[in-house]
């Protein structure tokens, strides 16, 4: 059903702009977001990635400081060359005050470290004050961190609980095994790091604001974490196989909400991870979209009310110049109902009703005339048609030059397109020389070239004495144009070849080109109200300047690729096209 033909014209004005505001609204909203969205992810996630490369400098510094201790004191331990089954009990009572000195002085040191656990055969009782404890070698095995370390020579141990005189506090270890000068096993030597002190450096200045960060191994294992960075095992799978010292990802949180994950790799594949919801990066982006809507949907209200005045004032002439039309005599005689004082298009309607019962005879005398008069001025609005169609696709070419590339192709280019502009317009003329055709086409073709580089091939053969013929302006170019923004619409490379000859009286041309082909129902008229006037807006001047059997046929080739043929009439001067190719053509 057609509604233009339905309804009536007020209410189909009022719903039509209305319709449009609306879409309108949606569409520039949705970009809007999808902007200022995707700006603000790039954004948070260049200065978190920043952060945390900061962050990363100083846990390696700490991190590192622990682990020489911990090999230091092993080595000073060797020296000290306890045995605990010395008979020497003096002797084995001064090794171990040795021992102990050694290792308190290592927790007096730092603050980090808040006690050390050393593990070995025939361990004497120490105090339980002390911030250096000796424990039985045969209980090491039953501590939940010894898998760890069982097939290692030192590990981390993530955070945990231990027991201290303050109560139970949380501790990150490093663990390292014990070995006498001969390579034997003896022990195991634990650094207690106080846990917060840790997460004090995954925190950094947080500037007031709740951070989720989580400190892994390179076995993927949580060393220490600040906030909430719950994480599903296929995200920290999707971690591990990216390249990089630091990325980010988009990605669902254990709780099915949306999130961007950040991080960076901290000394050998040890990870640094930062989860931020993606609903507090996109807050300034929704409520911009809420803003958009509100004011839209104002504006909206607002234009509807002045939409459905205008809307009655267009019909309220037409309505009028309906009643009195059906009050009209069958004689046809003229009425004076008709109000005189519209001064614009509907004064005329109303002028040019009551006269036309008076004008009747002169307008059948001039018909024929009138109907010429009306055909050129369909021709020229075809071929002026086409000009904002083509000007449209080439400057949607030299913004993405303006992007992409320097300043000399960009002025290339506009010489180009000015020459172009040139010979389109031509002064208004229907006809122009083959030779200036053919320039227009190459004209585009460098352009594309420019763009395309090495990746676009062309060929232009042309009969001898072919180009000072005359041709209807804008003929080839739009079949030039169809090739690139369809045929080679997502190909990497492209190849075409456009050819002229003189048949007798007649000139064929045939434009070629290895795309994607064109469909069989390509001269079909689409249900749009946009695009597609290069080709159409061509064969429709063929048939109102020279009929049958001239015209374009296209095809597609076998493999791939499009053939289009132009088949035109020898034309030598622009007379000779204006008074002898003019035909009637009963589709106006």
């Not at 807006?537 to 015209?551: H, L, Q, S, T």
Request: net charge neutral; hydrophobic share 40%; proline share 3%.
């Amino acid at each position: 059903m057609n509604l233009f033909k339905r309804v009536r014209i007020d209410r189909l004005f009022f719903g039509s702009f209305a319709a449009f505001i609306a879409v309108f609204l949606l569409i520039f909203t949705w970009i809007s977001y999808s902007i200022t969205a995707r700006e603000l992810v790039d954004n948070t996630s260049y200065y978190q990635q920043d952060l945390l490369n900061e962050l990363n400098k100083q846990l390696d510094i700490q991190l590192k400081s622990i682990e020489q201790m911990s090999l230091a004191a092993s080595r000073n331990i060797n020296t000290i060359s306890y045995d605990p089954l010395d008979p020497d009990l003096f002797g084995r009572l001064r090794r171990k005050d040795d021992i102990r000195n050694l290792l308190s002085s290592i927790t007096y040191s730092t603050t980090m470290v808040q006690s050390i656990d050393l593990y070995m055969d025939n361990p004497s009782l120490t105090d339980s004050q002390s911030p250096v404890q000796f424990k039985d070698m045969q209980h090491v095995r039953g501590e939940l961190w010894y898998p760890e370390v069982q097939n290692n020579d030192f590990a981390w141990i993530a955070e945990h609980t231990l027991p201290t005189n303050n109560g139970p506090q949380q501790f990150i270890s490093f663990a390292r095994k014990l070995y006498n000068n001969s390579d034997k096993y003896y022990g195991v030597l634990v650094l207690n790091v106080k846990a917060s002190a840790i997460e004090n450096l995954v925190r950094g200045e947080t500037d007031g604001k709740q951070r989720n960060r989580v400190l892994l191994d390179a076995g993927g294992k949580m060393i220490t974490s600040i906030g909430n960075t719950m994480l599903y095992e296929s995200s920290l799978d999707r971690i591990r196989g990216k390249e990089g010292k630091s990325d980010y990802i988009h990605l669902p949180d254990v709780e099915g909400e949306e999130a961007l994950l950040v991080w960076s790799k901290v000394r050998s594949d040890w990870m640094l991870v930062e989860v931020t919801p993606w609903k507090n990066i996109i807050h300034g982006s929704v409520r911009l979209a809420y803003i958009i809507v509100s004011v839209g949907l104002t504006a909206i209200l607002i234009a509807s009310f002045f939409t459905l005045f205008l809307s009655r004032q267009f019909i309220k002439p037409i309505q009028l110049l309906l009643a009195i039309m059906d009050r009209v005599p069958a004689n046809g005689s003229i009425t004076d109902e008709l109000p005189t004082d519209y001064k614009n298009e509907f004064g005329s309607l109303f002028i040019g009703y009551r006269r036309q019962m008076e004008r009747i005879e002169e307008l059948m005398l001039s018909l024929q005339a009138q109907h010429r008069r009306q055909r050129e001025a369909e021709i020229q609005a075809l071929q002026a048609m086409i000009n904002p169609h083509f000007l449209y696709n080439t400057l949607d070419q030299l913004n993405w030059l303006a992007i992409e590339s320097g300043q000399e192709k960009i002025s290339k280019i506009l010489s180009l397109v000015g020459k172009m502009f040139r010979i389109g317009l031509s002064n208004g003329e229907t006809m122009i020389s083959i030779r200036d055709e053919i320039t227009h086409v190459e004209c585009y073709l460098q352009i594309q070239q420019i763009r395309w580089g090495d990746r676009i091939s062309f060929t232009i053969e042309m009969d001898e004495g072919l180009k000072e013929l005359y041709i209807p302006r804008l003929t080839l170019q739009p079949f030039v144009e169809n090739a690139f923004i369809h045929g080679f619409h997502g190909r990497k490379t492209g190849a075409i070849h456009i050819s002229g000859h003189v048949r007798d009286q007649e000139v064929e041309f045939r434009i070629i080109d290895n795309g994607a082909g064109i469909k069989p129902d390509w001269d079909r008229q689409k249900p749009r109200k946009t695009g597609g006037y290069g080709i159409r807006n061509v064969k429709e001047r063929m048939a109102a300047y020279f009929g049958a059997p001239y015209g374009v046929s296209m095809k597609s080739l076998d493999g791939e690729g499009t053939q289009a043929t132009i088949l035109l009439p020898r034309i030598h001067n622009k007379q000779e096209a204006g008074e002898q190719f003019y035909v009637e053509s009963s589709h106006y």
